[in-house]
C-alpha cells in the first residue's frame, strides 16, 4: 500500500455462523492490506475494523469477499448482526432466521449507528436486551426487544415490544421499526434517545 493514499475504514467478519472465528486465509488476507505497525480494532459487535485505500474499494471488499468475510460500512448504519454462538445447533438456535436478519438489515442507513443483536434462547448470550434492537428465540418463535441501553448511568433493560413472532412476522416488524427510525429520527440522535420520545405507539402500526 501507498502511506499517502487517502484511506476508508470498513468494518469486517467471518459473517453470521457457529461462533466468530477467522481462518488462516482470512487473516493472511486481512494483513496483506496492514503495515507491520498497524493495528486491527475488535469491536463489541463482533468485528474488525481496517482501513483500506479508498481508491481499491470494490476491489479489496470483492477480495475480503472471496474468502469468506463480510463488509459493512462503518458509521450511521445498522451494524452487523452480533449473535450468541449458537451452542445447540442449526434447527434449535434458528441460525437461518439469524442469517437472514443479517442480510436483509445490515448496513442500512440510519440517523446514528444502531446495534442489533440475536440470541438462539432465553440465556441470552448475544445480549439482545442491552441492544437497540434485539430479538430472542423462543421454542419455536421470536420476542422482540427494543430500546435497550448497555452503558452509562440511564442504563436500561430492552422493552419487549412484540413477542411468539414467526420469522416472517419478525423480518416485517424488524423492517417497520428500523424504517420508523430512518424516517422520523433526528441527525445523529441514537436510536435510544428516539425510542423514549416516540414510545411504542408511534414506532409501529
Known amino acids: 500500500m501507498e502511506s499517502d493514499v487517502k484511506k476508508i475504514k470498513i468494518a469486517i467478519n467471518s459473517g453470521i455462523g457457529f461462533g466468530a472465528k477467522l481462518d488462516a486465509k482470512q487473516l493472511m488476507t486481512i494483513s496483506k492490506y496492514m503495515y507491520e505497525d498497524d493495528q486491527l480494532e475488535l469491536t463489541t459487535f463482533q468485528q474488525l475494523y481496517i482501513e483500506i485505500p479508498e481508491n481499491r474499494k470494490v476491489e479489496i471488499i470483492d477480495e475480503f469477499e472471496r474468502v469468506g468475510l463480510a463488509c459493512y460500512p462503518v458509521g450511521n448504519y445498522v451494524k452487523s448482526l452480533r ?27 440510519v440517523p446514528f449507528t444502531l446495534k442489533f443483536a440475536y440470541t438462539g434462547c432465553p440465556i441470552g448470550c448475544g445480549e439482545p436486551m442491552l441492544s437497540d434492537i434485539g430479538v430472542m428465540k423462543f421454542k419455536d418463535n421470536y420476542n422482540l426487544y427494543v430500546g435497550g441501553k448497555a452503558k452509562g448511568k440511564d442504563a436500561e433493560v430492552g422493552f419487549l415490544l412484540k413477542e411468539n413472532l414467526t420469522p416472517e412476522e419478525l423480518y416485517d416488524t424488524v423492517d417497520e421499526v428500523i424504517a ?3 424516517q422520523m429520527g433526528k441527525n445523529r440522535e441514537t436510536f435510544f434517545k428516539f425510542w423514549k420520545r416516540l414510545g411504542k405507539d408511534q414506532l409501529i402500526s
Open 180 to 182: 420508523t427510525y430512518s
Open 83 to 109: 449473535t450468541c454462538n449458537f451452542c445447540k445447533g442449526e434447527e434449535e438456535e434458528g441460525m437461518p432466521v439469524a442469517k437472514e436478519l443479517n442480510r436483509r438489515f445490515a448496513g442500512k442507513p
